[in-house]
């Protein structure tokens, strides 16, 4: 994809330029009154991954909805691109989110619009000339390998290629931002593989900030422990002993951070939780 | 003591979900008229709704109509012969259908179409995170889905119930003609005759209340749908059933305040 053509309005991504891309600050959140997440602080440099780990039903999606806006917190501030948005009106969030890409758990594509529809639907609202569309839409899905599927519907689809529309929808406009949720889920191996390797490809080629959620282990370390190679255009294992200095990990264990750092410090810990998560 | 407790708190948790319900509905229908002059205006998706709810409805507004002025002029004329007054089933008939009938059948019709789809097109999206995703790309959806649904159902109510009260006075006449054998200037011409002003304001007016109604309602219990496929059951069920009742209430309410303003 050419970069320039694709890439959305940068002025509010860099109106603080030395602010990280995501910044949380003591975030609580309840629901009924149960705590689900409680005093939350973490941040995501600019370029960098962050691999958001945890059980199933810790929090991990409700995390991310808070970074996008979606949901608002009982307490404390985050901060996109150094802009507080727990205190944003929702209408004042929206030029905000043209800078972040979601992919959701169950790919969330608009069931009733085609391929082409749904991944340029950004650009659709935001009154792209059609032709244009036509060729960021095609560039998106070149990306993601699935050229072929413009005019199909997502239930003409299977659930690793709805994933990968999914995928292309929120990087079609270039987001500085990409929050990545379970983007493996419910997928056999061999898609997860593809999955992971579109995440890498984008870290590596694009160099945009990102949280991946995820619930398996060896798709975590698979993202620290590869590179995506762009003259062969695969990913490949890196080096042994050594892991991609731009992706660490968070983990959420009782709606609590139970870890923030390295992937040789989350390897090391001795932390009794850790320890059994990891075995 | 804990036994004495727990029915009051469960009314106490009952009424602040029915005094939050009310809120929420408020706020929704609020921001969704408030939204018709903030940018970007969704002209076309209102074109879009108005083509759904509007000609959508069209064949059974055409249909309840029709018999409903057939079956109207059937029942006055069976009693107006006891009193030889046959000849003022086009008054009454016309009467009933615009003032009453013609808005209420109509809106009855509509709501269980389309207050039913709302909820349920909209509770499906909220199911399947598409209304998370929709904001997530920066799309206000009660600006692109809510905002177009009311317009497009105030507007279309107008017309339909014109339809409706055009088709009902037609079925009245049909029946008065060629089943009682009455005569179709008089039918026509007394039909005509007992129409005032104030009759065809009240009946022009309770439409533009229902189809506020019908798209509120349908979008309200739309979004607020929770619990999967089966939470989209319950929402597109009690998007019907309130709305019906509203439209009721409402009728009362307007009839009422119109008579004492009109005096008829």
């Known amino acids: 994809m050419a970069t320039s053509e694709i890439a959305p309005d940068v002025s509010l991504v860099q109106a603080y330029p030395d602010a990280p891309a995501l910044r949380f600050d003591n975030v609580s959140v309840s629901f009924e009154g149960k705590d689900v997440l409680e005093n939350i602080s973490f941040e995501v440099k600019r370029g960098e991954t962050r691999v958001l780990l945890g059980p199933a039903g810790v929090g991990k999606s409700v995390l991310l909805k808070l970074a996008n806006g979606l949901i608002k917190p009982d307490s404390g501030r985050i901060y996109v691109f150094g802009f507080e948005i727990t205190s944003m009106r929702e209408e004042d969030l929206y030029p905000l989110r043209d800078c972040i890409g979601m992919v959701f758990q169950e790919s969330a594509l608009f069931d009733s619009l085609t391929v082409r529809d749904n991944v340029g639907y950004r650009l659709t609202e935001d009154h792209v000339p059609e032709d244009e569309i036509d060729r960021r839409v095609a560039q998106a899905l070149h990306f993601v390998e699935l050229d072929h599927t413009m005019d199909k519907y997502p239930s003409e689809l299977s659930g690793g290629m709805r994933r990968r529309v999914a995928i292309a929808r929120a990087i079609v406009s270039r987001p500085s931002l990409i929050l990545y949720d379970s983007p493996t889920g419910g997928l056999d191996p061999i898609t997860s593989t593809t999955i992971i390797e579109l995440v890498i490809k984008q870290r590596d080629v694009y160099k945009t900030s990102s949280i991946v959620v995820t619930h398996r282990l060896q798709d975590a370390f698979m993202i620290v422990s590869h590179r995506f190679d762009c003259d062969t255009n695969k990913m490949e294992p890196l080096p042994p002993n050594q892991t991609d200095p731009c992706t660490s990990f968070l983990i959420l264990h009782q709606g609590k951070l139970a870890f923030d750092g390295s992937t040789h410090d989350l390897i090391h810990s001795d932390d009794p939780f850790l320890k059994e998560y990891l075995s | ?264």
């Open chain 2, 1 to 264: 003591m804990q036994i004495n407790a727990m029915p009051l708190t469960t009314i106490d948790e009952a009424a602040k979900k029915g005094v939050s319900a009310v809120q929420r509905y408020s706020l929704l229908s609020a921001q969704a008229l408030s939204n018709l002059f903030r940018r970007p205006f969704y002209g076309a998706d209102i074109i879009t709704q108005m083509d759904r709810i509007g000609v959508g409805s069209l064949p059974i507004v055409i249909l309840t109509g029709f018999f409903t002025g057939g079956v109207l002029a059937l029942n006055t004329a069976s009693s107006l012969m006891q009193f030889g007054a046959t000849a003022v089933t086009g008054e009454l008939v016309s009467l009933a259908m615009i003032k009453e009938l013609g808005p209420v059948l109509t809106s009855l019709m509509v709501s269980g179409r389309n207050a039913s789809g709302m909820a349920s097109e909209l509770g499906s999206m909220v199911v399947t995170e598409q209304i998370d995703a929709m904001r997530a790309l920066g799309t206000d959806p009660l600006k692109k889905l809510v905002m177009p649904r009311i317009v497009a159902t105030v507007v279309m109510m107008f017309f339909l119930t014109i339809v409706s009260d055009a088709l009902g006075t037609l079925g009245g006449a049909f029946v008065s003609i060629f089943m009682l054998g009455q005569e179709a200037t008089q039918y026509f011409h007394s039909a005509y005759q007992t129409l005032q002003y104030p009759d065809v304001v009240q009946g022009l007016v309770k439409p533009l209340f229902f189809g506020f109604i019908i798209a509120t309602i349908g979008c309200f219990y739309g979004m607020n749908t929770r619990g999967g496929t089966q939470g989209v059951g319950k929402s597109t069920t009690q998007a019907v059933v309130v709305s019906s009742v509203l439209i009721i209430f409402v009728d009362f309410v307007i009839s009422k305040f119109m008579i004492g303003i009109f005096g008829r």
